[in-house]
């Protein structure tokens, strides 16, 4: 049976310089006809994590969320996916700071802007401030994360520095931990807790 993370691995290797066959046979089995494209594999779990809530199947609705490995990989996945290759609609989450790289991507690719939803800073700084500090923390001691939270909190580098952005960065000083508490954090969210771009990201679908 075909599953999505076929595509995706397809999807990768015709990024990387490989034929795009075999993704193109993919996305017709699968009867795909939107494509969320993200940053990374902590929006990739946000995205699922929130859909998963919210009793969607985003697969079986034709929809494949994507992990482009960057911003700056946007015009190629958008030029693949997008009206110049497979066709499909895009839509996807991007960083206020990256939105120049998504507008010339997406313009090449002729694709519209409008589906594409921004965070201010990124979608764990957006996680953070909808939970709280004190709630992420929180999170932290349940995961058994304390000890090298306490840790990385001693660091020089974080005295002075505000609560959230000292989380927001511990979140990626090691592997793995920001994927993980990208579904952690969307899990502890009250249904009105959602920050927007993701609440958009969602409806849009």
Known sequence: MVDMWAFRDAVGQWAAGGPGGPASDLAGQLGLRTAVLLEGLSDLAAVEALAARRGRDLAAEGVCVVSMGGAMNVGRYAGLLGPPGLGLRLTGLCDEREQRYYDRGLERAGAPHAGFFVCVADLEDELIRALGTARVEEIIRAEGDLRPWQTFLSQPAQHGRPRHQQLRRFLGTKKGRK???????????????????????????
């Open 179 to 205: 994927i993980r508490y990208g579904s952690l954090l969307v899990e502890a969210l009250d249904p009105a807790q959602v920050p927007a771009p993701l609440d958009d990201l969602l409806r849009s679908l």
